[in-house]
């Protein structure tokens, strides 16, 4: 059953009611490997539900368009002095819908249509806010994009720096979602300030582990620090920017009045629970232990002939090229999530398939983590996903349909907030 209760949805609308304990369940009952995906907390969801979403603070504390704010602006403050905190910067943004209008902010703050900018391309591990030519990014802006060498699967700082001296971006973004190796932060700011370029990390992918010690943190490299709060950070679907003091007004104005309306205060205030929990030792563990998972599944996979792109992982993220085991990225995806192991098919740098046909998939390990699984765990997930995928080749769904029972039983054993089995 769905945490906290849904009895009045139930009364009121029994199909939505329906389905969204359904949805619990399935997230019981799976193990859920995207990496972009996490299990928040009670106190995040009851913040995120709760009357909070009636009210509109368009502005900032103290200088709003609407009366009635004796509440709202402390719990913005909050907000932002923890992130200010727990981030080590001057100043934090925690207004943004998500994260890519947080970083459509940074465009609109720092640079005019047709401007140069730089980012990672998506097909290499970029975001498609980072430039990609189907995002507003990659069309209102002239969009440079770099990549990993074919050769190490890895960012090659050389190659960015020619590449940046070459086309002198105003906006180097660095940062993306496919990443499986640590960022270098440093050297990227070396490289945006040789070019005269404004340097934006994106954390959305390792505010978490950022935040628990467990990845170097951009700030004091970076001129701006866009983050989802939604991902390893483990809080409600959300976005911060974070900024050193220079740049601060000029983004407060590019997320209000410049992009956005009213805040969505709601979830506001699940941001502030949310970086109070990323404050405690125990999240620092939880960081930590999301490591030391994502290794311990890399081992298990590379020991069964997978190939890792780059080798393995330093994060929460493991990407697989599937051309080995001649099977595409979605129909082993298809399969896996028949065998309750839920992840997504992506493609993998220099590609020869189609985006939505790739070789790859992408797998990770912050919501098993959270789940409580150990890297005492990684060798059985590995080889069910072997099994899995095996099955998937032959067309064997009795031996899909075996894993995902097992997968079901292994995780009962594992408490999810947001639902309590029905005994
Ligand atoms: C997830 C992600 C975003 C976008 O976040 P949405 O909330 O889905 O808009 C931006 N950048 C990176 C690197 C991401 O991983």
Not at 142 to 147: A, K, L, N, T
Request: proline content about 7%; some cysteine; charged content about 20%.
């Amino acid at each position: 059953m769905h945490q906290p209760p849904l009895s009045h949805l139930e009364g009121t609308d029994p199909e939505i009611a329906a389905l969204v304990e359904s949805e619990a369940r399935r997230q019981f009952e799976k193990l859920r490997m995207i990496p972009s995906e996490n299990y928040v907390s009670m106190a995040v969801l009851e913040a995120s539900g709760s009357v909070l979403t009636n009210k509109y603070s368009e502005g900032y504390a103290g200088r709003r368009y609407y009366e009635g704010q004796q509440f709202i602006d402390p719990i913005e403050l909050v907000a932002i002095q923890r992130a200010k905190d727990l981030f080590g910067v001057d100043h934090a943004n925690v207004q943004p819908y998500s994260g890519s209008p947080a970083n459509l902010a940074v465009y609109l703050a720092f640079a005019s249509p047709g401007d140069t900018v730089m980012g990672m391309a998506l097909p290499m591990g970029g975001h498609l806010t980072h430039g990609w030519a189907v995002s507003v990014t990659g069309k209102w802006f002239r969009s440079v994009q770099y990549g990993v060498r074919a050769d190490t699967g890895r960012i090659d700082l050389d190659e960015v720096r020619d590449l940046a001296l070459k086309e002198r971006p105003k906006i180097i973004f660095c940062g993306g979602t496919a990443i499986p190796r640590v960022i270098d932060f440093a050297g990227f700011a070396q490289i945006a300030s040789e070019a005269g370029a404004l340097l934006v990390a994106d954390i959305a992918h390792i505010a978490g582990l950022i935040a628990g010690g467990a990845h170097p943190s951009p700030a004091g490299h970076a001129n701006v620090i866009t983050t989802t709060t939604h991902k390893t950070l483990r809080g409600p679907r959300g976005a911060m920017i974070m900024t050193d003091a220079e740049h601060a007004s000029a983004i407060d104005k590019a997320v209000f009045p410049g992009l956005q309306g009213g805040p969505h205060d709601h979830t506001t205030a699940a941001i502030a629970v949310t970086l109070k929990e990323a404050a405690t030792p125990e999240f620092g563990e939880y960081a930590h232990r999301v490591v030391a998972n994502s290794r311990a599944l890399a081992a298990a996979l590379t020991e069964r002939g997978y190939s890792l792109i780059s080798g393995g992982s330093d994060n929460h993220l493991i990407l697989i090229d599937l051309t080995p085991q001649e099977i595409a990225g979605k129909p082993a995806a298809r399969a896996l999530d028949r065998a309750g192991i839920e992840v997504n098919y992506n493609t993998v740098p220099f590609d020869t398939r189609r985006p939505f046909d790739p070789s790859g998939i992408r797998i990770g390990t912050p919501a098993i983590t959270t789940r409580g699984l150990t890297p005492g765990h990684m060798p059985q997930v590995a080889a069910w996903m072997d099994e899995a995928i095996s099955a998937a080749i032959k067309d064997d769904e009795a031996t899909i349909g075996r894993i995902a029972g097992a997968v079901r039983d292994l995780l009962t054993g594992f408490p999810m907030p947001g639902y309590a089995p029905t005994p």
